[in-house]
């Protein structure tokens, strides 16, 4: 049997899953994610939380990836510090 193909797109939800309960991203969280780029995947973050709020998380990363916020409203570059797209009510 052939091994499942790695993933090609990951997207994480923040608090709760990518944060532990002290909104810290574990050392042991931050070498997954790391693994999974250095294999290929794009790591994109999922959170309800604006665009404001994904500094702390992209610092505790290491590294800019982009993300949707606002429950989806929202796709923000952290890289550039710029909403691309906003489809707010």
């Known amino acids: ?32 994610v790391r693994a999974a780029v250095a294999g290929g995947a794009t790591f994109i973050l999922a959170t309800g939380r604006p665009p404001r709020w994904v500094r702390p998380v992209v610092d505790a990363l290491g590294f800019a990836p982009m993300a949707v916020c606002a429950n989806g409203a929202v796709i923000y570059d952290p890289v550039t510090d710029r909403v691309l797209s906003a489809r707010t009510l």
């Open 1 to 32: 049997t052939t091994p499942p193909s790695p993933p090609a797109l990951i997207a994480c939800d923040v608090d709760g899953t990518l944060l532990d309960d002290d909104e810290t991203v574990t050392a042991r969280t931050r070498a997954a």
